[in-house]
């Protein structure tokens, strides 16, 4: 798994990734960074698992672990404006959270540091605190470039200069040098970022890009399982391109497998059983790490998964979804809390599919993605879901 941290101050963002299945090590500066905050804000939608430790925040993003060390370094610059902004969207609550050195996040320290709702001890009432995002310094900053001294940031004018440099054999052997070995880094982040790419799926492709490949790579396996399991094709191909939209036969940083994305620790030694529309019989199989790590096995489990939430949510399509990524436990909790609110029973709301109100009650505190339903069917034909 590739791990980024952070670094700066007011004059200058770099960036470290250490991979630590190679043991592999590299910083990146300027534009570098930029390109690879550019890659984190192209998948915005995958963050997930935001903490604080002390003031330092992390997330996951697929296969990436990210770190930004002292936040307050950095939630003004339009860089990395993007991660506040899912913080916010999502109206996302930080919980206390006891660290390795046994020390818990202070919930003050959290208000100041990133500004999220919460309710006060003392009068028990809701306190809003928000933070703005300043033009950033860097664009009143054209006559400055950034050099690098001993790994000490220092500020030197831009200065153009028409006068004539003396050339000799050993300033000529020392350019030839540091060309060779500017050459090098250069490859080697350019491995680095397609790397990157590669563990978030499939890069910056657009939505109906991502469909694409997804269609095009896997679109026969999924198809296959699909008719096996009485499933929409279709829905299962959506599922895939949000879930990964590319096969990797690693264990990702969420502890899931995937292009189904199968959850290891959930599945790993134990067994699934749905109805298979080939045999007309009920089928089971043994699921195994390393049996998921095969694309075919990986996708036949998924489509048997799905199958297994559509029975247990009463064949409710968009609460199956939900499911597929939240789970049935929490999906239950998200229609009794809606169906509590109307004056309604659960089994009125689970069994009418048109009503979707229900989704208006999902939120941050659940596990996983509020908006996955939105997320998924943003794949699917513009004809609309089968229901």
């Not at 890009?209 to 679109?219: D, M």
């Amino acid at each position: 798994m590739e791990n980024i941290k952070f670094y700066g101050n007011k004059n200058s963002v770099s960036a470290t990734i250490f991979d630590d299945r190679t043991g592999t090590f590299s910083q990146f500066f300027d534009s570098d960074t930029d390109s690879l905050l550019d890659i984190l804000n192209r998948h915005r939608n995958n963050i997930e698992k935001f903490y604080l430790s002390g003031k330092n925040l992390h997330f996951k993003i697929e296969g990436l672990s990210v770190e930004i060390p002292n936040i307050k370094e950095f939630k003004n610059d339009k860089r990395f404006r993007f991660i506040f902004e899912e913080i916010e969207k999502r109206h996302y609550k930080f919980q206390k959270k006891k660290m390795a050195i046994g020390v818990a996040v202070s919930l003050a320290t959290i208000l100041s540091v990133v500004g999220i709702t919460t309710v006060n001890a003392q009068n028990n009432s809701m306190v809003n605190t928000t933070y703005s995002v300043p033009t950033s310094y860097y664009e009143d900053a054209d006559d400055v470039t950034l050099s690098y001294e001993n790994d000490n940031v220092v500020l030197t004018e831009d200065v153009q200069t028409t006068e004539a440099t003396t050339k000799t054999p050993e300033k000529e052997e020392m350019a030839e040098k540091v060309a060779e070995t500017t050459e090098e880094k250069t490859t080697e982040k350019e491995k680095i970022t397609t790397t990157i790419e590669n563990e978030l799926g499939v890069g910056s492709k657009s939505d109906s890009e991502k469909l694409e490949y997804v269609k095009e790579h896997y679109g026969n396996i999924i198809e296959k399982y699909s008719n096996m399991y009485g499933l929409d094709a279709d829905l299962m191909c959506a599922i895939a391109t949000q879930e990964r939209g590319k096969h990797s036969n690693r264990v990702d940083s969420g502890g899931a497998i995937g292009i189904m994305q199968i959850q290891v620790e959930v599945w790993n030694g134990h067994s699934i059983s749905a109805y298979n529309y080939n045999t007309e019989k009920k089928e089971t199989v043994k699921i195994t790490l390393d049996k998921l790590r095969d694309v075919e096995f990986n996708i036949k489990v998924g489509c048997m998964i799905f199958q297994s939430y559509l029975n247990s949510m009463s064949n409710n399509i968009y609460a199956a979804i939900q499911s597929y990524n939240m789970g049935t436990g929490s999906v239950e909790k998200i229609i009794t809390n809606y169906a509590n609110a109307c004056g309604k029973a659960y089994d009125e709301v689970i069994n009418n599919p048109d009503d979707i109100g229900w989704l208006d009650f999902r939120n941050s505190s659940y596990p996983g993605d509020p908006d996955y339903v939105e997320n998924v069917t943003r794949y699917y034909p513009s004809n609309g879901i089968k229901k």
